[in-house]
């Protein structure tokens, strides 16, 4: 299975502490998408990369919050100091932009949990 | 905020086709309508999209108005695998867009 994967596929960490999340998208897929999923809602865009490049962020993505990919390949999140409000799903998605389409295909997501 | 508005809940029994509904009455010419799902700690798994005509796949059937202000996902012999959320977005279908997710439609399947 060539999808989207995620790794860790679970986090628990204790408040004030740094986790890193990574994610690698579709071969060949040249926009990745970040996405935070909490207990009940839909999930809420974060940010996106097309190539290395990162064009959007959302006003959710805080100061404590960094992605970056590098190489326009996998892509990591970062999150500093974390909060007890941090808690949440973040999933990745990836799409590969042509003339007539464009469909996001979804990784299973990263749990974290901060105590 | 999302576009779309569903029902928060549907039941229905294995066997029988699923039919859910979305209204987006707000609809620009150049958006499409998607659907996705989401069982319970996965990721979303994308379903299908149309514009304005009716489409079909292997997993679902989705059919458009023809004003384009509602859609209904079909389900044509639902199992239990398919108790999900199911989330109807509309988007523009070129560009790096972010998906708006509602809060979908919690359907359950039952034997």
């Known amino acids: 299975d060539t999808g989207v994967s995620q790794n860790p596929r679970h986090k628990i960490t204790k408040r004030g502490q740094n986790v890193t999340f990574r994610c690698d998208p579709i071969?060949?897929?040249?926009?990745l998408y970040w996405y935070r999923q909490t207990l009940g809602q839909g999930p809420e865009f974060l940010t996106y990369?097309?190539?290395?490049?990162?064009?959007?962020k959302s006003r959710l993505l805080s100061d404590r919050f960094s992605a970056e990919r590098p190489k326009g390949s996998f892509s990591t999140l970062e999150i500093q100091r974390t909060e007890q409000g941090d808690s949440a799903m973040y999933l990745c998605?990836?799409?590969?932009?042509?003339?007539?389409?464009?469909?996001?295909?979804f990784g299973p997501g990263t749990r974290l949990l901060v105590l | 905020d999302a576009k779309t508005t569903q029902p928060p809940s549907m039941d229905c029994a294995e066997g029988r086709a699923a039919n859910l509904p979305c209204n987006h009455s707000?609809?620009?010419?150049?958006?499409?309508v998607y659907w996705y799902r989401q069982i319970h700690s996965q990721g979303p798994q994308y379903i299908i999209h149309?514009?304005?005509n009716n489409e079909t796949n292997e997993m679902a059937s989705l059919i458009i108005t023809e004003d384009r202000k509602s859609s209904t996902l079909i389900l044509p012999h639902a199992t239990l695998r398919d108790t999900a959320v199911y989330y109807c977005?509309?988007?523009?279908?070129?560009?790096?867009?972010?998906?708006?997710f509602g809060q979908g439609t919690r359907l359950t399947i039952n034997p």
């Open positions: 990369f097309q190539n290395e490049a990162q064009l959007e």
């Open positions: 149309g514009l304005k």
């Open positions: 071969s060949e897929h040249n926009r």
């Open positions: 998605a990836s799409s590969l932009s042509l003339l007539l389409q464009e469909t996001q295909y």
């Open positions: 707000t609809i620009s010419g150049n958006e499409y």
């Open positions: 977005i509309v988007r523009v279908h070129q560009g790096a867009q972010k998906l708006v």
